[in-house]
T-cell receptor
Framework: GAGVSQSPRYKVAKRGQDVALRCDPI?????LFWYQQALGQGPEFLTY????????KSGLPSDRFFAERPEGSVSTLKIQRTQQEDSAVYLC?????????????FGPGTRLTVT | QKEVEQNSGPLSVPEGAIASLNCTYS??????FFWYRQYSGKSPELIMS????GDKEDGRFTAQLNKASQYVSLLIRDSQPSDSATYLC????????????FGKGTTLSVSS
């Protein structure tokens, strides 16, 4: 079956521009997570949705970062007024409910480069 | 501060050998443990999950968990060059929707 998909795969933005990153989770997966991965580091949590509700946004690094999942499926991570330190790979993961609800499956990621 | 520690490596093993990857974690309430494999330029791929003390085997992979020592490991038997990747250890509490806490990963290189 189809896995998690993300678009665009690569994004180059000039400093100060706004960007929007899209995530389409595995069909039927209730939980959706966004992570940020810097080079040579493990992924770091940004935010979590259960259906359309954003239940945890404690990892968002600043108020320039905003995420939504209005219909409980596709999610968008928006970064306003991008800065060079925002350059990273943004990963989306989804998980199901039930016995395997702790297992998270990642999409291919969006590599953001801010110049 | 919840932390997950891994030796960054690189860990180099010859083809056919056993590769042993280790991970320690600081938060005693951690209950779920995962190993992800990440090839260069790709996203993490879940290869093993373990929730109870002891060993869990899946093909050439064995995960070992010791909650008393706050230690989890991954053994790869009959290592192949295709196993060369970064292996990420991740933990979370036993609540659905809890964020994974990742280590920085250990780079494994299997030489033919």
């Amino acid at each position: 079956g189809a896995g998690v998909s993300q678009s665009p795969r690569y994004k180059v933005a000039k400093r100060g521009q706004d960007v929007a990153l899209r995530c389409d989770p595995i069909s039927g997966h209730v939980s959706l997570f966004w992570y940020q991965q810097a080079l040579g580091q493990g992924p770091e949590f940004l935010t979590y949705f259960q259906n359309e509700a954003q239940l945890d946004k404690s990892g968002l690094p600043s108020d320039r970062f905003f995420a939504e999942r209005p219909e409980g499926s596709v999610s968008t991570l928006k970064i306003q007024r991008t800065q060079q330190e925002d350059s990273a790979v943004y990963l989306c993961a989804s998980s199901n409910q039930g016995l395997s609800s702790y297992e998270q499956y990642f999409g291919p990621g969006t590599r953001l480069t801010v110049t | 501060q919840k932390e997950v520690e891994q030796n960054s490596g690189p860990l180099s093993v010859p083809e056919g050998a056993i590769a042993s990857l280790n991970c320690t974690y600081s938060d005693r309430v951690s209950q779920s443990f995962f190993w992800y494999r990440q090839y260069s330029g790709k996203s993490p791929e879940l290869i093993m999950s373990i929730y109870s003390n002891g060993d869990k085997e899946d093909g050439r992979f064995t995960a070992q968990l010791n909650k008393a020592s706050q230690y989890v490991s991954l053994l790869i038997r009959d290592s192949q060059p295709s196993d060369s990747a970064t292996y990420l250890c991740a933990v979370n509490t036993n609540q659905a929707g809890t964020a994974l806490i990742f280590g920085k990963g250990t780079t494994l290189s299997v030489s033919s």
